[in-house]
């Protein structure tokens, strides 16, 4: 375990100085005359100065205005996180946006003010916090790290306890130039992949992993279908399901989305938005998927209709509809599994960075604006023609 120093408090402070002379501020010289009365070599920093202090060390981040009249995010200057035992802050290098970054934002006035989103990031490892009995921990600062968004998952690998939450809400989160997590969150980051390649992964990654493999039992040889395959979910389903050995059958939107979901490894391609969805994949798999995987809560039914018998459906988002419908009896009568997976457990997390390390794949970066953008990204977010991530550079 390493103790930091950060060092952005040294360098921008400098060492304590204490000025003795007659026209020093009366608090700075009686400060001076307590340190000579008890002979310490210890410096004692006069109030003045621990508030500059305090004004000085700071740190840019996106936080939200729960006032509606004001713009719903801007960057402020803020104080930084420390780590608190077993947490470690990490100085974060690029970052990225998911959909649940868009949900909250819409309901924001219900949240507390200056909350900072952001589940995705990766950094170096800026200062570790004392160590926790039983919780040792190899990082030490200046480490790469890619950072684990499920926070206090639990015991149970089946689902999350109570405690479960994800980075960013009500735990600040990423979309700052630091970030406090607990150490157990922090992963070396997979050598092949860029800053935003590390930051674009975890959310999106880790919920595909689990939906297709874990939730799913995605076996290699299987067929599966991938929703929303432009998406964050989406696209990263369509790689690990390619980089596993299944043939993948992607449903997205238009002609350029289509090639990008085949140059991701997709088998074959369906474009929703020429309508008959169900159709169209029938055409493609007429003996029928072994699995499913619906972002979106629209396409249950069509997905269900393209299952084989004892085919399974994996339902991870309700982007597009929040109660979806199903003809009953195109459930029972394939024995069909119909599932539910949300995130995933710190063993989600991984294999799936193994997966990514073994077979090199690297997720789909749409874009990159500096923090002081961030207005900009949540706009590119919800643009049409968005293919794969919105990252951030924590940096500028
Ligand atoms: N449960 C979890 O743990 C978890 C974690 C992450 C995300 N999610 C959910 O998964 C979904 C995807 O998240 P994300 O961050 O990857 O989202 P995203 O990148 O913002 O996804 C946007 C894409 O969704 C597709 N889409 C939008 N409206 C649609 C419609 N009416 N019908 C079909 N597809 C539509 C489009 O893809 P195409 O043009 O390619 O069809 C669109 O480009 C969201 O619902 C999110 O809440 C859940």
């Known amino acids: 375990m390493v103790m930091a120093r950060a060092p952005w408090v040294s360098s921008r402070l400098g060492p304590a100085h204490h000025d003795p002379s007659p026209l020093a501020p009366a608090c700075c010289r009686r400060t001076q005359r307590a340190v000579q009365r008890q002979g310490s070599a ?44 077993g947490w470690v802050t990490v100085r974060l290098q690029r970052a990225a946006l998911n959909r ?31 160590p926790v009995a039983g919780h040792d921990t190899d990082v030490a600062p200046g480490d790469r790290v890619i950072i684990c968004p499920s926070l206090h998952w639990g015991e149970d690998e089946q689902a999350p306890g109570a405690s479960y939450e994800i980075l960013g809400s009500p735990t600040d989160g990423t979309h700052a130039e630091l970030v406090a997590v607990p150490a157990a969150n922090v992963h070396r980051v997979p050598a092949h992949l860029s ?78 938005s020429r309508g008959a969805v169900a159709e169209q994949l029938r055409a493609l798999v007429p003996e029928g998927a072994d699995l499913a ?56 997390f991984r294999d799936l960075l193994r997966h990514v390390e073994e077979h090199r794949w690297a997720p789909l970066v749409d874009s990159v604006f500096g923090l002081g953008d961030v207005a900009a990204a949540y706009a590119r977010l919800d643009a049409d023609d968005r293919i794969g991530k919105v990252v951030l550079d924590t940096t500028r």
């Open 42 to 85: 210890k410096p004692v920093r006069p109030p003045w100065e621990l508030e500059q202090r305090a004004q000085e060390v700071r740190m840019r981040a996106a936080v939200t205005n729960v006032d509606p009249a004001a713009p719903p995010v801007e960057v402020r200057e803020v104080p930084p996180p420390s780590p608190a035992p």
């Open 100 to 130: 649940l970054d868009a949900m909250l934002l819409a309901a924001r006035t219900e949240e507390k003010p200056d909350t900072v989103y952001g589940a995705d990031g990766a950094g170096l490892v800026h200062e570790v916090g004392p």
């Open 195 to 272: 800053w935003e390649e590390a930051a674009a992964l975890p959310l999106a990654g880790l919920t595909a992993w689990r939906a297709l493999v874990t939730r799913g039992r995605l076996k290699g040889g299987e067929t599966v279908v991938v929703g929303a395959a432009s998406s964050g979910v989406g696209s990263m389903a369509v790689q690990l399901a390619h980089a596993h050995g299944a043939r993948v059958a992607a449903v997205t939107s238009g002609p350029a989305k289509a090639a990008a979901a085949s140059a991701l490894g997709a088998d074959a391609v369906v474009d929703r």
């Open 293 to 348: 995987l619906d972002p979106t809560g629209a396409l249950w039914q069509p997905f269900v209709d393209a299952l084989r018998p004892g085919g399974r459906l994996v339902a991870v988002g309700k982007m597009a509809s929040a109660t979806a419908e199903l003809r009953v009896q195109s459930v029972y009568w394939k024995q069909v599994d119909v599932l539910g997976s949300s995130m995933g457990s710190p063993r989600d």
